[in-house]
């Protein structure tokens, strides 16, 4: 028959072991959850309240690097003294829609002014190229590129 000593003693360590673990577990958890959520910053989000138009002559393309033609393309654009960035799309939509853009080229838009990272800038939801309408967003502000899969 077992003492109580040794009864005791092994009935502590499964006891310690046991708490181990559930601390070894707790304090993974919190930390595997933290990776997995996406970026606080994340896209920009259309903001119907902040609709308003806009006109000027595109100043620079910010055009993503060859092989990364998913990621949206955009342009800096002066109006009189002021200078706005206006995100428009992925690049590799404009190519497929046949749309292209150069310095000097003079737009007008429809956008929402919204800040990212403490910047201003616009998302573009329509843009005027002379007599040429291209439509970048529906019109509660959702991307028309995700329905071209």
């Not at 654009?77 to 428009?88: A, H, P, W």
């Not at 853009?101 to 201003?120: C, H, M, N, R, T």
């Amino acid at each position: 028959m077992r003492n109580r000593t040794e009864f005791g003693g092994l009935h502590l360590s499964s006891e310690i072991i046991f708490l181990l673990v559930f601390l070894v577990v707790c304090l993974r958890t919190p930390a595997q959850a933290q990776k997995s959520q996406p970026s606080a910053a994340g896209p920009p989000k259309y903001d119907l309240h902040t609709e308003a138009k806009f006109k000027g002559t595109v100043e620079e393309l910010k055009v993503p690097p060859k092989g990364r033609e998913k990621e949206i393309m955009h342009l800096l654009v002066k109006n009189g003294t002021d200078t706005v960035d206006i995100y428009l799309c992925p690049k590799s939509f404009l190519d497929d829609m046949g749309i292209g853009f150069s310095k000097g080229d003079e737009l007008a838009f429809i956008g929402s002014k919204v800040k990212q990272d403490g910047a201003d800038l616009i998302l573009a939801r329509e843009v005027v190229k002379g007599n040429d309408t291209f439509v970048l967003r529906d019109e509660k502000g959702g991307p028309v590129w995700d329905w071209h899969h």
